[in-house]
């Protein structure tokens, strides 16, 4: 039954090293989005997928992010020589798309720690 | 710039009384707002929504007013329950302009106590 999953559920990594987050979004959902949250910040709109279209990859913050979805399904946010400011919780959500596409679920996140 | 503000980052009340959380936003092309609601080690989830054609929208003990002219929506929990205890995002879309995101903000922490 499923919710909105993300793994892994907490990442601790080094400066420099890439990472890799995943989320399996809601069986049918066709929108998929990426968010972060920075300690005592707002949810940052990071990277939005909706069908078939171009990604809409207006948030991501530096060319050292970037994000797939697979067959319209699986995503995974990729994070290359990562920085300490890259620490956050990284939460996927999905959507039905459309007019139902405030209805987002969201997964529980990934917590990433670069040292 | 952040386009939707919540000014206050912490509530505390007692139980049954009344919670009021208030969002303020900027972009006059926002026409729906949501608030959701998080708890820790959770993802937030969606509590309730409100279009820029209505002026308040009830579910429950939860009721969330929208004033256009002043920019500002307002989460009314009426009783609060020690279970409301959580972050409350306010989000706003500019949904008529076509856009599918959400504008988020920083968060409100509510604690309700028993």
């Known amino acids: 039954g499923a919710g909105v999953s993300q793994s892994p559920s907490n990442k601790v990594t080094e400066k420099g090293k890439d990472v890799e987050l995943r989320c399996d979004p809601i069986?049918?959902?066709?929108?998929l989005y990426w968010y972060r949250q920075s300690l005592g910040q707002g949810l940052e709109f990071l990277i939005y997928?909706?069908?078939?279209?171009?990604?809409?990859k207006s948030g991501l913050p530096s060319d050292r992010f970037s994000a797939e979805r697979t067959g319209g399904s699986v995503s995974t946010l990729t994070i290359q020589r990562t920085q300490q400011e890259d620490s956050a919780v990284y939460l996927c959500?999905?959507?039905?798309?459309?007019?139902?596409?405030?209805?987002?679920?969201f997964g529980p996140g990934t917590r990433l720690t670069v040292l | 710039d952040q386009q939707v503000k919540q000014n206050s980052p912490s509530l505390s009340v007692q139980e049954g009384r009344i919670s009021i959380l208030n969002c303020d936003y900027t972009?006059?092309?926002?026409?729906?707002f949501l608030w959701y609601k998080k708890y820790p080690a959770e993802g937030p989830t969606f509590l309730i929504s409100?279009?820029?054609?209505?002026d308040k929208n009830e579910d429950g003990r939860f009721t969330v007013f929208l004033n256009k002219s002043a920019k500002h929506l307002s989460l009314h929990i009426v009783p609060s329950q020690p279970g409301d205890s959580a972050v409350y995002f306010c989000?706003?879309?500019?949904?008529?302009?076509?856009?599918?995101?959400?504008?988020f903000g920083k968060g409100m922490k509510l604690t309700v106590n028993p």
């Open positions: 959500a999905s959507s039905p798309g459309g007019a139902l596409f405030n209805e987002q679920f």
């Open positions: 069986s049918g959902h066709t929108a």
């Open positions: 997928f909706q069908g078939n279209s171009a990604p809409d």
């Open positions: 972009n006059s092309m926002f026409d729906y």
């Open positions: 409100i279009s820029s054609i209505k």
């Open positions: 989000a706003a879309s500019d949904a008529q302009g076509g856009s599918e995101k959400l504008v």
